[in-house]
């Protein structure tokens, strides 16, 4: 049987944070602006682009601007609430599961890791303190052993 890990997870019947809605609405107004205040909103602290968070987001935005990339993003997120998964479904899930979530992601609540966690019967969940949505960029070592050892099978 296959093992999963999921990070930042949504699915949680949870209302939408503000951050998740600027993620969802970015095409609305896409700017360098807009990428800044975005990016801004993935990690815990800001400073963590070294005082180049404008030229951060201003590199991003010619793969940002293709019109595959925006195709594909749009598809990604419909209109309406986000998707949320009933208890039912999560606990039909059998595979072992890896849940890893950032204390502070202010994109997607760390309930949202809670309730997942929960409800699937074999998953293990590790939340990593001054973390925001992230947490692979934030916490690259804790990540990459976490999940390593899980898919080891020594957690």
Same mark, same amino acid.
């Given at each position: =049987?296959?093992?999963?890990?999921?990070?930042?997870?949504?699915?949680?019947?949870?209302?939408?944070?503000? @951050?998740? =809605?600027? *993620?969802?609405?970015?095409?609305?107004?896409?700017?360098?602006?807009? =990428?800044?205040?975005?990016?801004?909103?993935?990690v815990h602290d800001p400073a %963590? %682009?070294?005082?180049?968070? &404008?030229?951060?987001?201003?590199? #991003?935005?010619?793969?940002?601007?293709?019109?595959?990339?925006?195709?594909?993003?749009?598809?990604?997120? @419909? /209109?309406?609430?986000?998707?949320?998964?009933?208890?039912? =479904?999560?606990?039909?899930?059998?595979? /072992?599961?890896?849940?890893?979530?950032?204390? &502070?992601? #202010?994109?997607?609540?760390?309930?949202?890791?809670?309730?997942?966690?929960?409800?699937? /019967?074999?998953?293990?969940?590790?939340? *990593?303190?001054?973390?925001?949505?992230?947490?692979?960029? &934030?916490?690259? #070592? /804790?990540?990459?052993?976490?999940?390593?050892?899980?898919l080891r099978g020594d957690l």
């Amino acid at each position: =049987m296959g093992k999963l890990v999921l990070m930042g997870t949504g699915g949680a019947p949870l209302p939408p944070t503000p @951050e998740l =809605m600027k *993620l969802v609405t970015f095409y609305n107004d896409p700017t360098t602006e807009a =990428m800044a205040e975005l990016l801004s909103c993935f990690v815990h602290d800001p400073a %963590f %682009f070294g005082g180049e968070l &404008e030229k951060v987001a201003e590199a #991003r935005m010619p793969r940002a601007s293709r019109a595959d990339v925006r195709r594909s993003y749009l598809a990604t997120f @419909e /209109p309406g609430p986000p998707p949320s998964f009933p208890p039912e =479904m999560l606990a039909a899930i059998a595979n /072992p599961t890896l849940v890893v979530h950032g204390r &502070e992601d #202010r994109v997607v609540a760390v309930a949202g890791a809670h309730y997942v966690a929960t409800h699937i /019967p074999n998953a293990q969940l590790h939340v *990593l303190p001054k973390t925001g949505h992230w947490l692979q960029i &934030e916490q690259q #070592r /804790p990540f990459v052993h976490l999940v390593r050892a899980f898919l080891r099978g020594d957690l």
